[in-house]
């Protein structure tokens, strides 16, 4: 017998999400350290990493920002407490200059489907998540896999646009 597979969502933006029988639990961050050299990887590295976590990660999600076109900005504040100075990182969105906190990419689907639909032009999809494994497909292209749904697409997504580098 088969099991049943239930349809979560119909996102707007041409994703649909699949789940098999309810067990689809949201991600959460661990109190992971900032990991400062992922910034500055290469997209195929960047892959891999994405293809190698377990989870969602901050410093994977800094990883794609910059990738994607969002600058970093690092100020150092005054605390109010101290009266020392504390270092603040910003990230000023690629279309213009307004400061963000980084998109959520590798654990909110909703971010990870922004990503998606901002990387490939007229970007069709779907995920799925069976016994542990997400599957992700955009358009006609190939399926991808990851440990997460969010996940799954932000490699989907950042393949596509390995394969136009070429």
Request: charged residues 20%; contains cysteine; aromatic residues 8%.
């Given at each position: ?8 969502s ?9 789940v098999?029988?309810g067990s689809?639990?949201a991600g ?11 910034i500055?990887?290469?997209?195929d590295?960047?892959?891999k990493?994405?293809e190698?976590?377990?989870g ?7 990883a794609?920002g ?7 900005k690092v ?6 407490q101290t ?6 990182v910003?990230?000023v969105?690629?279309s213009g200059?307004?400061?963000v ?9 909703d971010a990870?489907i922004d ?7 007229g970007c069709r ?13 955009i358009?006609?292209g ?11 697409i ?6 596509t ?6």
């Amino acid at each position: 017998m088969r099991p049943s597979v239930e349809v979560a969502s119909k996102h707007s933006r041409g994703f649909g999400i699949a789940v098999e029988n309810g067990s689809l639990k949201a991600g959460t961050y661990g109190h992971l350290p900032p990991a400062e050299g992922l910034i500055f990887m290469k997209l195929d590295e960047l892959l891999k990493e994405l293809e190698n976590a377990t989870g969602p990660s901050r410093a994977l999600d800094a990883a794609i920002g910059k990738i994607v076109g969002y600058k970093r900005k690092v100020e150092y504040r005054r605390s109010s407490q101290t009266g020392e100075p504390v270092r603040k990182v910003f990230w000023v969105v690629p279309s213009g200059e307004d400061y963000v906190r980084m998109p959520a990419f590798t654990g909110l689907l909703d971010a990870a489907i922004d990503l998606a639909t901002t990387i490939v032009v007229g970007c069709r999809g779907g995920v799925s998540y069976v016994d542990g494994t997400a599957t992700a497909r955009i358009n006609n292209g190939p399926y991808f896999f990851g440990a997460t749904p969010a996940l799954a697409i932000c490699i989907a997504a950042l393949s596509t646009r390995l394969d136009s580098d070429d």
